[in-house]
């Protein structure tokens, strides 16, 4: 009796939990983790000033916010993911040329 409930339970949990996640964009945020570790690294390694950093850190976040406002409705649509990848292909493109700029800290 005990084993069907845990089963019952498990099952449950299995299927209401990509209901309860909501909109997911794996490929968005692995990018955004890395964008954010390159900018990281830039600034610690003196390739980014601490003003580039901030620029390049507020860049991401706008990204991140327009995201979330994306996820609002309750689904990321193929557009709006191919919109957030053009955003952060921008901010790569970004992130490069202030790090390989004469600029050091």
Same mark, same amino acid.
């Given at each position: 009796?005990?084993?069907?409930?845990?089963?019952?339970? +498990?099952? %449950?949990? *299995?299927?209401?939990? !990509?209901?309860?996640? #909501? !909109?997911?964009?794996? #490929?968005?945020?692995?990018?955004?983790?890395?964008?954010? =570790?390159? +900018?990281?690294? #830039? +600034?610690?390694?003196?390739? @980014?000033?601490?003003?580039?950093?901030?620029? @390049? *850190?507020?860049? =991401?976040?706008? %990204?991140?916010?327009?995201?979330?406002?994306?996820?609002?409705?309750?689904?990321? *649509?193929? /557009? /709006?993911?191919? /919109? @957030?990848? =053009?955003? @952060?292909?921008?901010?790569?493109?970004?992130?490069?040329?202030?790090?390989?700029?004469? /600029? *050091?800290?």
């Amino acid at each position: 009796m005990i084993g069907r409930v845990v089963v019952a339970v +498990i099952l %449950i949990m *299995t299927f209401a939990a !990509p209901v309860f996640a #909501g !909109p997911k964009s794996p #490929g968005v945020d692995r990018r955004e983790h890395k964008q954010k =570790q390159r +900018i990281k690294q #830039g +600034i610690k390694s003196g390739a @980014l000033t601490k003003e580039e950093g901030r620029a @390049l *850190t507020a860049e =991401q976040k706008a %990204i991140r916010a327009k995201e979330r406002e994306m996820k609002s409705d309750g689904s990321l *649509t193929r /557009e /709006e993911r191919k /919109e @957030l990848h =053009q955003d @952060l292909n921008e901010a790569s493109k970004n992130i490069a040329e202030q790090k390989h700029d004469a /600029e *050091t800290r």
